[in-house]
């Protein structure tokens, strides 16, 4: 078992939900409850991820994040050091690729609260940011967290983008998916066999815990 | 100090508006009209979740107009919706304080208690939404709606969700609640009789604009014209020609026969309307008191038996080929033999006549 590629992981996952997650709640209640020019548009880049091939999202982003690029150029000066084949860059890019697993189980349970709570919470002297916290929160939380629950077992397993992105170094972008990639092609593979069973614990348990939120989302909606 | 509510609202898109409405301290209006009137986009209006393009909303202080838009929850209503639009993961407790962000958070519970007791609801408190009856659930969106102390009560269609036997109790209870309530009430509703058993006035709205705003039995028997009679669903309006005016009453032209009205100031063409009460069957044995008043010779063409009484329609020579309409109990009817094709005269009684201009 590589521990360092398992923390590295595990840290990637914590640092991408907490850099998706508020914006994901963000973008969600936006689509969910607004109607606006470029809604369809921006929907569909949110679902781009699911479709593309990672070797071609990963293509993108290192273009994005060289030195040639306005982006690359930018981090280089304020950071010293360049995006491509960091950790940075692999959050980054860690973040766009979860893009779809954060913001639409979120746009749903959004969707499913009916208009009139928002309005009966205003009606009861309740402003915006009160009604967000005391009704819409509460409500669209079990999509919350299958959001969060998604993106997290989604990045340990994420292995296209980040071997493009981030290459495999060690401490530094070699992830838990690219570590057993190397070991099989290292033939070692009891330690590949330890790996991929961990992930497979991970990813069973995360659909668990996603399976069991939504059941619940779709009792909520029910109840109102 | 409870204020009186003002709105003028105007609007073209997209629910076309042309509303003005007053409704004083403790007084209860109803917003009557077909579905789709705009009934409740004015209580929207009102409470700030709609926005008409113009006019003005205020009730002590100015909620909407002369560059004012107040959000919803800076205004002091208390809105219950038709749905009632509880928070289903809150108690019942817990919905009703969610309305008292104005007060000490100590006095919260206290106060939602009383006002749960208030709605018949003591005992019930720890319940959520899903594990209420639809009539438990209109009460705590009635205490709900309390809870704010608004200086305005909105109530949206606040019976439709629930059973008649149910609408009935809920009814009586609002009325009982409503002579501890002075501020100004504004209920929407489709159903007349309803405005007619809680309401002190009554607005009619049609697409959006007000036709007519009087006490809900005033309305019903002198509707100001012929669409606001329609939209009531009032039967029996035909045309007639003013003849001229006499005293206390307006004589009529109505196809061939001469009828005195209570006077109106109207001329020309004028909408009639024959409250089905001013039917008055000529008895064949004897005659009675009323014969002498605008006596009018008919055909029967239907009687419908609706339980105790019987509905009749009279073919009465109108030019306009409308028959005339009234009840009258089962047993009269039997015993001066109304049947299909038989001949009847009838009285309309003066009183029960009513002279509407066409504008």
Known sequence: ??????????????????????FSIWLGRLLATRRFPGRGFIEAAVALPLVLPPTVIGFYLLTAFGAGSALGQAWQNIFGSGLAFSFEGLLLASVLVNLPFAVQPIQNAFSAIPPALREAGATAGMPPWRVLLRVELPLAWPGIATAA?????????????VLMVGGSIPGETQ???????????AFDDAGAAVMSAALLGVSVVALGITNTLSRRVGRRRRDA | MPEALHATLRATTPVPLDVALHCAPGEMLALVGPSGAGKSTVLRCIAGLHRAAEGEVRCGATWFGAGVNLAPHRRAVGLVFQDYA????????????????HRAPATRAATARDLLARVHLAGLEERRPAELSGGQQQRVAMARALAREPAVLLLDEPFSAVDRATRRRLQA?????????????????????????????????????ALQ????????????????????????IYQAEVLGHEGEHTRLRWGA?????PRAAAAGLVDLLVAPSAVLLHRRDRPSAGERENPVPARVLEVLALGADARVTLDVADPGGGPLVFTLPMHAARRNGLAPGEACVVSLLRDGLHIMPRG
């Open chain 2, 173 to 209: 209870e609002l009325a009982q609640l409503r002579r501890s309530l002075s501020v100004p009430i504004v209920m929407v509703t489709h159903d007349l009789d309803e405005a007619l058993a809680l309401a002190d006035n009554m607005l009619l709205i049609h697409r959006g604009r």
């Open chain 2, 257 to 261: 026969l001469e009828l005195e009205a």
């Open chain 1, 175 to 185: 992830t838990i998916a690219i570590a057993i990639y190397d070991r099989v092609q």
């Open chain 2, 213 to 236: 705003t009087a006490p809900p039995a005033e309305m019903l028997a002198r509707p100001a014209n012929a669409e606001v009679a329609r939209l009531l669903d009032l039967r029996n």
């Open chain 1, 1 to 22: 078992m590589d521990w360092r590629a398992f923390q590295l992981s595990v840290e990637l996952a914590f640092g991408t939900l907490i850099i998706l997650l508020p």
């Open chain 2, 86 to 101: 509880l928070f289903p993961h809150m108690t019942a407790l817990a919905n009703v304080m969610a309305a008292m962000g």
């Open chain 1, 149 to 161: 629950v998604l993106t997290f077992a989604h990045t340990l397993g994420e292995f296209g983008v």
